[in-house]
């Protein structure tokens, strides 16, 4: 049987060291070729006709003068459900033309008739929802009423996330070409190159074993591509219409209102404890829209296991639908939990960070969360620089510490690979995965190099494309700990196989050689060995090929991480300005493949997180039923001068590294809302209770206050 | 909050794609091109105003030192000429009006945004893109640096970066770090690249000119 587990310390060769990206000179040369940039022969550019109301009956819709445009080459209808558009930006025809800006021509000369109808697109005032509000989820733990009646204090809070977008960079679309009548290449822009051909066969009437799907690079993803979208099929129905492939990429503007948000939560929150700082017991009531369909409750509280009684209601809105958002649910959660304990320890002139380790037993992992508040507290010098809410130094501009901390799973998910030893020594890796900017080929190019005792660069690796072995889409944070794991299991039975083809020419047992240097030898004696190229030649003329599969629970992978974020904020509190002036997070994440690509993913984590806690707001009119801000003129992200200091810290060591992978691309993002809310109230003296955190709302909140000092 | 990026870099002169697509009536036109829709919402031609389009013209553009001939309408912007029309697909097409900077191409020395300029607009300039920075099979000093420093997560933004970096490494080879905010201040990333290229940045101007010699 062999053995698999991470090799130790003192063996590891490149898991763990800061590596560079192996697809780095690709992305900065301006090679590396993202499905949107393809040029197919022929190509044609798509574009849909969009619903403007968020609620009508569509009466007619009419495409002879688009027909007849210059350029164009084909126009068909889209099913809308009931006749009935439900937001703005829903489907309703879609054209294609030669040239990109003759197929916007055809779209706007595509006349649609509509009976308006009434709409509901602001959810912020629960007490408008009516009959948009659906069945509550409520749920009790433990005695949440024993814990009231014994409270010595009750704080009482409001917290508010909005809808935001995903806002990728490359926008949401594809690229397709048929061969023939049946079979059809499918260049995606997708977390998921492995599912994605079963998924939109059944709408072109084609085998999935038809589909190709191929994908080099992808422009950002963050839980919105999953899977071929409806203006994918659109695109593949309208090349074979056209007889020509089609590119049918969103334009921004489509991008925003269509292609994913993350749900609202606004909640109300009670939560008792005792004098000394004990928290007892909590109480929320609460609700969120995720468009018109669910979007799950948010696990408040959140990390803290404290009593609880909670009531959630989902709020039907005509906007775009949600979908999943790096994390779903747990950056609400946690924004929600850690700013009603942070109000609590105020209330009761505490330290928060007291308050924490004084409850920590309430976390799982309660002495890794420890040990992580103590360090986050060092870096960013917490008790030097805390003081009771309000900063009392003179002037406008007023500091303030916040601090948060949150959990996620991030097993691997189950991922194939075909793995490959030539006699000419080189060695490839064949595997469906796909590398969304977290560094995932460079985690399995580190793992099979490490494991062969080779340098990274003799390993060809191949992501990409379904003709290779299927892997699980990338979200969950499931990737890395799935390709490492897959890609560790086949490097040891091909290096196993390999063993047993050199062994007689060493003259040794098969069990007893290992591959390190660049040479295959005799366990701890390098006199007995020789170099992998001479080793690969007595294959003869046939390759070792190795089909591996990881196994969901296996000891390569693991689930559970903890995480503390803390944030120094500055707020002038003339103008309602919030500046970052620095920002530490502390990250255990099992074993790490590659450092330096680990560091990447939390600093950009607490970017995105800055640019939600800051800025980002999907802006709904109410009475238009419109997106306000579809542009990225007023739906902002935050720019290098917003970000401030930042610090990352991971946990290593042999207690991390014996936990095996366990993925990071969601935990880090999940804390920052609260631990600049946080701060933001500790620097101004109350609390701003509606993320983002926009001047108008720190004005709003010192007025509230009764001024400015 | 505030995101500037040289002032220099906004056309002061010449029709601004926005200009253009607002179709202000009374707009006053400076330039010695203009569109035919532009056309019929000013006051008329003055005498030494070129009329072009609606319809395809012919338009030279100097892209890496070298003429490429195109026959376009004259609202294509430089970032479609380079992308649609011909394979410099470095440049991304991301917000397409003029604020996120993934289209950052180098024009006469300065860095603009190629969704904003029109193809015809740009004629005449020498349009430099990332394509030509690292033309012999080696990354050019910038592009070492962003590599070196993991200045880059999906890489879309990527390129554009990269020529904002080397435009302002370009004027000033010893930026400070509140230079390379400002200067890179004109371009967004998703995923969160900004503590990357600020170092990245550094390391690429001590690489380019033996380094800064004080804080």
Redesign the interface.
Known sequence: MADYKWPEESKKTLIGKRI??I????????????N??L?RPGML?GKIVRSPYAHAKVLSVDTSAAEKMPGVKAVKLIDVPKGEVQWVGQEIAAVVAT???LAEDAARAVKVTYEPLPHFVKEDDFAKAGDRATQADERTEGDPDKGFKEAEVVTEGFYAMPVITH?????HGSVTEWEGEDKLNLYLSTQNVSGSAGQIAPNLKIPATNIHVHQD??????GSKFGPDLWDVQGALLAKMAGKPVKMFL??EAELMVAGSRPSTFAKVKVAAKKDGTILAWDSVSWGTGGLTGAGTPGIPYVWKIPYHRKHTPVLTNIGATRAWRAPNHPQACYVTNSALEDLAADLKMDPLDLFIKNIELCDRAALYKEELLKAAELIEWKKKWHQRGDPAPGHIKRGLGLSLHTWGGRGHVAECRFTINPDSSVAIDLGSQD????TRTVIAIVAADTLGLPLNAVKLNIGDNKYPPAGASGGSTTVGGVSATTRRAAVDALEALFKVVAPALNADPANLEAVGGKIQVKGDSSKSMSWKQACAKMGVTPISINAKNKPNDELSNSGVSGVQMAEVSVDIETG?VKIEKMVAVQDVGLIINL??A???V??????GI?YSLFEEKIMDETSGRMLNP???FYK???????GK?QVHMMTGPDQDKRGVIGLGEPPVISPGAAIGNAVANAIGIRVPNLPLTPDRVLAALEKKGGLS | MARSRDPEVKPKKGLSRRAFLSRSAGLAISTPIIAEAELAASAGPAADVKILGPGKVPVTLQINGKPHNLSIEPRVTLLDALRNYLDFTGAKKVCDRAVCGSCTVIMDGKPVYACAVLAIEAQGKQITTVESLSAEGKLHPIQAAFVQNDAQQCGYCTPGFVMACKALLDKNPNPTMEQVREGLGGNLCRCGTYAGIRQAVQTAGKALKGGRTNG
């Open positions: 560079n990206r697809d780095g000179p690709q992305k900065v040369t301006g090679r590396a070729k993202y949107s940039d040029k550019y040239e990109e800006h806002c990728t960079l490359e926008s690079h992808v422009g950002g993803g963050f334009d921004r969304l900017g977290t560094g300005i330096k690509t560091e990447s993913q600093y950009g984590a607490m970017i995105m640019s542009n990225m003129e992200l935050a720019g290098i001068l917003d970000v930042l």
